[in-house]
């Protein structure tokens, strides 16, 4: 069936450092895939989002990649900072449909 | 524009009682989506309505959960009887229609089963 892959499953890094979250997913229909981050008690927020037409988006800090014949993406965030500690899902939908989600990427920024 | 809202912010039943969940969705957005999010786990979609009509209804764990969203607005998750392993935080999510459109999340309710 559907189902997207996540890791790591935890990733700690020092402030100023990359973190690397990726995803594989398996249901080669996809052609949406966002990104959420969410804090701790608070609501899934929306940080990115990249469509299968596309091989790179960027927004400041924050890129994703996607590889359509891997069927893989992946997130980067540059220069973190402590706020960007917060659980990541990644995530897959096809036409406008339910988002599959991956495990999650608790990521911990220390100072 | 308000976002997605849910109510309650968090219920605490005991095994066997029924709970009713509601999402009011932003403004004008045909898609509404039920998901759940079980002890850390990922999060699972349940349901999805465009408009009032059930779209895809995969992702309901049994027929103890019913979901409504009478005339295209607010829905309603009831879950009847509450089992143990029903407990978790429960999102509801909208979006515009048409395509693949970002979906906006609420802020969720935990739902506690004792």
């Known amino acids: 069936g559907e189902n997207v892959e996540q890791h790591p499953s935890t990733l700690s890094v020092q402030e100023g450092d990359s973190a690397v979250i990726k995803c594989t997913y398996s249901d080669s229909a996809s052609n949406y895939f966002p990104w959420y981050k969410q804090e701790l008690g608070k609501r899934p927020q929306l940080i990115i989002d990249?469509?299968?037409?596309?091989g790179e988006k960027k927004d400041q800090r924050i890129a994703v990649t996607l590889n359509k014949t891997a069927k893989h993406f992946s997130l980067h965030i540059t220069e973190t900072q402590p706020e960007d500690s917060a659980v990541y899902f990644c995530?897959?939908?096809?036409?406008?449909?339910?988002?599959?989600f991956g495990q999650g990427t608790e990521l911990s920024v220390k100072p | 524009e308000a976002g997605v809202t849910q109510f309650p912010s968090h219920s605490v039943i005991e095994k066997g009682q029924t709970v009713t969940l509601r999402c009011d969705p932003i403004?004008?957005?045909?898609?509404l989506y039920w998901y759940r999010r079980v002890m850390g786990k990922e999060i699972k979609f349940l349901l999805h309505f465009v408009k009032e009509s059930k779209q895809d209804e995969s992702g309901m764990p049994n027929n103890r959960f019913l979901a409504e969203r009478t005339g295209g607005t607010y829905s309603t998750l009831k879950v009847q009887p509450a089992e143990l392993e029903d407990s978790g935080v429960y999102f509801c999510a909208s979006s515009q229609g048409g395509g693949d459109q970002p979906q906006h999340f609420g802020d969720g309710t935990r739902l506690s089963i004792l």
């Open positions: 403004s004008g957005h045909d898609n």
């Open positions: 995530a897959a939908s096809k036409r406008g449909r339910k988002l599959i």
């Open positions: 990249i469509r299968s037409n596309v």
